[in-house]
Every structure is written in structure tokens, then in C-alpha cells.
């Protein structure tokens, strides 16, 4: 019996050991645009108004932690993020809209994401790390927190999840992929704080002009 019960296991992590996780923010009845803090559509491609998103989780961090990222700096909060697969790029036509997927190990690589919430993140650049302004969402599937295991869709529609980092609803755009629905809501970035030197930091650069005043 036992043994029958490890059989079962493993091959219970051998169906699990990768899923692909699509991610949108049309669901084909509801739309929720993407824009930067501005109001501008985020598309793909080069120059202004780029985005990408990515798939993930915060490891133990509780919603307060991840939202009080937002006030200190795009460095702590990518590194306190964990992506899975790759970055999905927004539409160059129309603007605003975003779908793809993200494909995880979770036997190998992307083991630490089993049991995890999964979040959206959303970035203005080609890369998280060089962006200035975020969005964070937390997706919830009927209220309720959906770990990595469970979903097969994603979606950044109000309603199924929590916006953490962000603001919605600011702007609205006609939805062209749906005439019926005459405005679509959007969800818009926010602008994360570069972190200003610290007093120690200034201290060490008045000392430095200091010395090298005397030098002279």
C-alpha cells in the first residue's frame, strides 16, 4: 500500500512538473487597458509608452509588505519578486492589450512558485528593472487566492484579483474588440520613487569636495 502510495505521488508531480499559465487582460466579454500614469496605452516595440508583464510570486511577502515596495524603489521590488517564464510584450495593434503565457518547472527551476500566489506585474520598459513606474495585481480565481498549480488563465480583470501596486479606472477607451461595451475601464502604472542619497552617502560626498579642495 505504501508503495502504491508513492507511485500515485510521483506521478502526480510528473503531471504538474510544468504548467503554462496564460495570462490577458481580455477575457472576450471584459477588457481592462493598460496605460502608464499619464493615460498614454502601453505597447510593444521601442521608444515611448513600452510595456511588459510578467508572471510570478512574492514568496512569503503579505500584501502590506508588497505594497509598501512601492514607496521605496524598482530595485526592491523586482528583487523581491520571483518570475516564471518569460516576459509577455503588449500588442503594437491595437494598444493597451497584452496575452501570452508563462511556462513554470515547478520540479525544477521554478519549484519555489508551488503553493505561491500568482501576480501580475506589469512594467513601462522592455525589462522590469528599468522601468520607472509598476503595476502589481494579485489574481484571485472566485475570490479566492489561486496558487501556481491551479490556474490555466490568468487575467487582469477587475473583479478577479487585487490591485496592489496601481490605480484603475482613471481613464476609459472605447473597446474596439467589443462594440457592445461602449468604454473600457483601464488600469494605470504608478510612478515608483527613485530613492533620494542618504544622509551618510552626502556626508561621504562633502567630505570628498572637502579633501580634495585641500589637495589643491
Known amino acids: 500500500m505504501k508503495l502504491l502510495g508513492i507511485a500515485a505521488f510521483a506521478a502526480q508531480i510528473s503531471v504538474v512538473s510544468a504548467i503554462s499559465i496564460q ?7 471584459d477588457t481592462n487597458l493598460v496605460t502608464d500614469n499619464t493615460g498614454a496605452l502601453l505597447t510593444s516595440g521601442a521608444g515611448a509608452n ?8 512574492f514568496g512569503g511577502l503579505s500584501d502590506a509588505g508588497i505594497t509598501s515596495l512601492a514607496t521605496t524603489s524598482v530595485s526592491n521590488l523586482v528583487t523581491s519578486f520571483s518570475q516564471v517564464g518569460s516576459l509577455v510584450n503588449f500588442s503594437a495593434t491595437p494598444d493597451g492589450f497584452f496575452v501570452g503565457s508563462a ?5 525544477g527551476g521554478d519549484s519555489s512558485a508551488v503553493g505561491k500566489g500568482v501576480f501580475i506585474v506589469i512594467g513601462n520598459s522592455s525589462s ?40 484603475y479606472n482613471n481613464f476609459g477607451f472605447d473597446n474596439d474588440s467589443n462594440p457592445s461595451t461602449p468604454d473600457a475601464p483601464a488600469f494605470n502604472l504608478v510612478v515608483i520613487p527613485i530613492p533620494e542619497p542618504s544622509s551618510t552617502a552626502l556626508l561621504g560626498l562633502g567630505g570628498l569636495a572637502f579633501f580634495l579642495r585641500r589637495r589643491r
Open 103 to 107: 511556462t513554470a518547472d515547478l520540479t
Open 128 to 167: 522590469l528593472a528599468a522601468a520607472t513606474q509598476m503595476l502589481v495585481f494579485r489574481y484571485e480565481d472566485d475570490f479566492v487566492d489561486t496558487p501556481f498549480e491551479g490556474p490555466g488563465t490568468a487575467s487582469l480583470i477587475n473583479g478577479t484579483g487585487t490591485l496592489l501596486i496601481g490605480e
Open 50 to 57: 513600452v510595456g511588459t508583464v510578467a508572471i510570478g510570486h
Open 23 to 29: 495570462v490577458n487582460n481580455d477575457n472576450g466579454f
